[in-house]
């Protein structure tokens, strides 16, 4: 039975890249926002909203601890998930943790052009988009880095980076 959990900053490519590699191993894949979604179906930012960041962070919780319960599965998380809670013990605890590693330069060239998706990114643009994204990843980094196997995703990863990483599983 294999289950990974994919996580990283917003922008990292856990979803684009959780994708090809699900593939590759032979595992489903879930993408828990959309799990989130499609249980709630409502958005992200709809869930944002109306419930406030607090719920949500309940809601990811038990939405995580529901995908669990799936075997050969490849989980990519929310940002914020291995940050709230005991998410990240938890995530070890069942399964293997990929950590997509990417720097603050290079997650806000990708955040800018898709940021109006991500609630906790509304209204910051600019240098104060990179000062929050500087801060928030330097608040998040001990938890990613609790991962049991890192990757450096600075460059988007070509067909055999991703090969390379499959095999490394
Ligand atoms: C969040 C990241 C989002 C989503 C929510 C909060 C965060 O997921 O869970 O908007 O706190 O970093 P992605 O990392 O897939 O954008």
Do not use: W
């Amino acid at each position: 039975m294999r289950r990974i959990f994919l996580i990283g900053y917003m922008g990292a490519g856990k979803t684009t890249i959780g994708k090809d590699l699900s593939k590759r191993l032979g595992l489903s894949f879930i993408d828990l926002d959309c799990y989130i979604e499609g249980r709630y179906l409502k958005t992200v930012g709809q869930l944002f909203a109306e419930k406030g960041e607090d719920t949500f962070r309940k809601i990811e919780r038990n939405m995580l601890q529901e995908v669990s319960m799936f075997e050969d599965v490849l989980i990519s998380t929310g940002g914020g998930t291995p940050c709230f809670f005991e998410n990240m013990e938890f995530m070890n605890r069942n399964g293997k943790t990929v950590y997509l590693r990417v720097s603050v330069d290079e997650l806000v060239k990708r955040l800018e052009l898709c940021k109006h998706t991500r609630p906790i990114l509304k209204g910051h643009s600019g240098k104060e988009l990179k000062d929050f994204v500087a801060e928030s990843l330097s608040k998040r980094s001990p938890f990613y880095e609790q991962a049991s196997v890192v990757f450096d995703a600075e460059v988007m990863l070509t067909d055999s980076d991703v090969q390379t990483i499959s095999a490394a599983l």
